[in-house]
């Protein structure tokens, strides 16, 4: 190899890959080792508190960040250690959720409690408040560097934005399971074996034929929802199509004629799932009654997660309760041990099952 004029090799550092031109991330290092940012983090700064990390561990992190030329950003070490005490909270809906009666108020309860109990101050970031972090420009995550870590809340979060921070080793925890981006930590309610339980309640009041509305995309709170749903179907032998409906505009798309077209069909149990815009349960609710069926004489009615504040009237429907409260506390203490360089898990948080008042058995079809 040919030194360039006034250059040196440093000793014991690998070269960077051929053509590479972007500093490596521990990101990278956590994958080529096989295993977990957090990990590669406490290798890389030779910490020994915390817990035990074999031997045969050090050794993997190590070669693999001699074999991508790996070198820590000083920059980065120096925020490392200039530790404020401060723990970020960022929301992606249209406005931050202060108000009592957002579904989201209860989380920030656990978060602001779990953080006081742990010596951390809240910094409140408001990008979001004109439409999302991407409507309020690219730098708007950028932002939460100011503080130690960040917490995030919201369905419909920018992957790409969010990868960069993971790439940087930047800690930070998702309220609510995330598939993507790889490595992005997250606490979650069991939404799966709740739906389930809703499922199964239904079917011991006799109920055959059910139909799930749901919104339209791949968030992950929905997907969980729509296994249970299934799984539940499954386990009491009631799997098959046209179980599941979807819609992008479920106040637009679900009309009374689709309700009576169901029940003709023989569908006895209507089940919504819960989002933080609450669109699935307020369709249902508006067509039910647009339909004139007496809920539960006529249809039962489920809601996989609670009523928004503005529809808490009427009869308490059946379903779960989201323990937010709960999620809250776990999601800041990960943040805490993500913070800290220590490793992090929490287990995912049962929901409540809530008999409520909007089922019953199937109506008896009379033989003419």
Same mark, same amino acid.
């Given at each position: @190899?040919?030194?360039?004029?006034?250059?040196?090799?440093?000793?014991?550092?690998?070269?960077?890959?051929?053509?590479?031109?972007?500093?490596? $991330?521990?990101?990278? =290092?956590?994958?080529?080792?096989? =295993?977990?940012?957090?990990?590669?983090?406490?290798?890389?700064?030779?910490?020994?508190?915390?817990?035990?990390?074999?031997?045969?561990?050090?050794?993997?992190?190590?070669?693999?960040?001699?074999? &991508?030329?790996? =070198?820590?950003?000083?920059?980065?070490?120096?925020?490392?250690?200039?530790?404020?005490?401060?723990?970020?909270?960022?929301? %992606?809906?249209?406005?931050?959720?202060?108000?009592?009666?957002?579904?989201?108020?209860? %989380? &920030?309860?656990?978060?602001?409690?779990?953080?006081?109990? $742990?010596?951390?101050?809240?910094?409140?970031?408001?990008?979001?408040?004109?439409?999302?972090?991407?409507?309020?420009?690219?730098?708007?995550?950028?932002?939460?560097?100011?503080?130690?870590?960040?917490?995030?809340?919201?369905?419909?979060?920018?992957?790409?934005? &969010?990868? $960069?921070?993971?790439?940087?080793?930047?800690? @930070? =925890?998702?309220?609510?399971?995330?598939?993507?981006?790889?490595?992005?930590?997250?606490?979650?309610?069991?939404?799966?074996?709740?739906?389930?339980?809703?499922?199964?309640?239904?079917?011991? &009041?006799?109920?055959?034929?059910?139909?799930?509305?749901?919104?339209?995309?791949?968030?992950?709170?929905?997907?969980?929802?729509?296994?249970? %749903?299934?799984?539940?179907?499954?386990?009491?032998?009631?799997?098959?199509?046209?179980?599941?409906?979807?819609?992008?505009?479920p106040e637009r798309d679900l009309t009374p004629e689709r309700l009576r077209s169901w029940l003709a069909d023989g569908v006895t149990a209507f089940v919504a799932e819960e989002t933080d815009t609450g669109a699935a349960w307020r369709a249902l609710r508006r067509a039910v009654a647009d339909a004139g069926i007496d809920c539960p004489r006529d249809a039962s009615m489920a809601l996989l997660g609670s009523p928004p504040a503005d529809l808490a009237d009427g009869p308490e429907p059946t379903g779960f309760d989201i323990p937010r409260t709960r999620l809250g506390a776990a999601a800041v203490r990960m943040l805490a041990a993500l913070v800290a360089g220590e490793e992090a898990t929490e287990p995912l948080v049962a929901c409540a099952f809530r008999?409520?008042?909007?089922?019953?058995?199937?109506?008896?079809?009379?033989?003419?």
């Open positions: @190899m040919v030194e360039e004029p006034g250059k040196r090799a440093r000793p014991g550092r690998s070269p960077a890959p051929a053509g590479r031109t972007a500093r490596p $991330r521990q990101a990278e =290092v956590a994958r080529l080792a096989g =295993v977990s940012q957090a990990t590669v983090s406490l290798v890389l700064a030779d910490k020994r508190q915390g817990p035990a990390i074999s031997e045969e561990t050090r050794r993997k992190v190590l070669e693999a960040a001699r074999s &991508l030329g790996y =070198v820590p950003d000083p920059a980065a070490r120096r925020l490392a250690a200039a530790r404020n005490n401060l723990l970020g909270v960022f929301s %992606f809906t249209a406005t931050f959720p202060t108000d009592v009666q957002h579904s989201y108020y209860p %989380f &920030l309860v656990g978060v602001e409690r779990e953080a006081a109990e $742990r010596g951390y101050d809240l910094v409140l970031f408001t990008g979001s408040s004109t439409g999302g972090a991407g409507a309020a420009g690219p730098d708007a995550l950028n932002r939460v560097r100011l503080a130690d870590g960040c917490l995030f809340l919201g369905r419909h979060a920018p992957a790409e934005e &969010l990868g $960069r921070l993971v790439a940087d080793g930047f800690p @930070m =925890v998702h309220l609510g399971r995330r598939d993507e981006p790889e490595g992005l930590r997250w606490v979650g309610a069991d939404y799966v074996s709740a739906a389930r339980e809703v499922v199964g309640h239904l079917a011991g &009041l006799g109920h055959r034929r059910m139909v799930l509305i749901r919104e339209d995309d791949e968030a992950p709170a929905s997907t969980d929802r729509e296994h249970g %749903f299934r799984e539940g179907l499954a386990a009491v032998g009631l799997a098959g199509p046209g179980t599941v409906f979807r819609s992008a505009d008999p409520g008042a909007t089922s019953g058995p199937p109506p008896v079809i009379e033989d003419h």
